[in-house]
């Protein structure tokens, strides 16, 4: 039977340094990259994350949750939202990836939990 009756081709596209850290944690695991990246969306497919990953989100729920709920916080702007509300705000975009003050690459070392800006 051919391989390519048991699976079929897909592209992605990935960032240079993230493909370096893949060849390297491929070579290193000794895993095919293509397995990482079948392992990954089974992962994420499955709802089965990282407890790392999903630890992380429900710290972010519970600052979240805390700043609402402080009282200093409550002060609003001429804009009309509360202080807590920019705050949540700024939780969120980090959260999806793109914080208003970081560079792309910033972000990227963020996500994969590098200390940036240290030579």
């Not at 994350?49 to 700043?67: K, R, S």
């Not at 609402?68 to 509360?82: D, H, I, L, N």
């Not at 690459?105 to 590098?114: D, P, T, W």
């Amino acid at each position: 039977m051919s391989r390519f009756k048991t699976v079929a081709p897909v592209m992605i596209y990935v960032e240079s340094k993230e493909l370096a850290s893949l060849k390297t944690y491929a070579k290193k695991t000794r895993t095919t990259m293509s397995q990482i990246a079948r392992e990954g969306i089974r992962m994420r497919m499955s709802g089965n994350q990282d407890p790392y990953n999903n630890g992380f989100a429900d710290g972010l729920n519970m600052a979240m949750e805390l700043v609402k709920k402080t009282k200093g916080a409550q002060m609003m702007f001429p804009s009309g939202k509360s202080f807590a509300e920019l705050v949540c705000e700024e939780i969120e975009r980090f959260r999806s990836g793109r914080h208003s003050n970081f560079t792309d690459e910033q972000n990227l070392e963020i996500a994969n939990g590098q200390d940036f800006g240290k030579q």
